[in-house]
Nanobody, 117 residues
């Protein structure tokens, strides 16, 4: 099982920036990596995904503000969050989905992001 550990969350004011990191316990070369978030009282939603080839996709609400990236050599995926808004407040989860060979789906423990207005 792949262990995923998120870091970089915290309290930030409106308009500020945070960079979330997700470190994996083993190679992520065969995984589609993603960031999800869940706000209180709401369903968990996909924020951004990035394929093994580096193709990224984002939910409309974060386009132009968030950037997902990956470093396979460092076994890490990142989420740069700029121009943060109160509605970005949520627990952010790292996800790894293997689509080749044995299909697997792993989650990190989550990291809290709070944007104060």
């Amino acid at each position: 099982q792949v262990q995923l550990v998120e870091s970089g969350g915290g309290l930030v004011q409106v308009g500020g920036s945070l960079r979330l990191s997700c470190a994996a316990s083993e190679t992520i070369m065969l995984y589609v990596m993603g960031w999800y978030r869940q706000a209180p009282g709401k369903q968990r939603e996909l924020v951004a995904i990035i394929t093994s080839g580096g193709t990224a996709n984002y939910v409309d609400s974060v386009k132009g503000r968030f950037t997902i990236s990956r470093d396979n050599a460092k076994r890490s995926v990142y989420l740069q969050m700029n121009s943060l808004k109160p509605e970005d407040t949520a627990v952010y989860y790292c996800n790894a989905k293997r689509i080749l060979g044995t299909q697997s789906n792993y989650w990190g423990q989550g990291t809290q992001v709070t944007v104060s207005s």
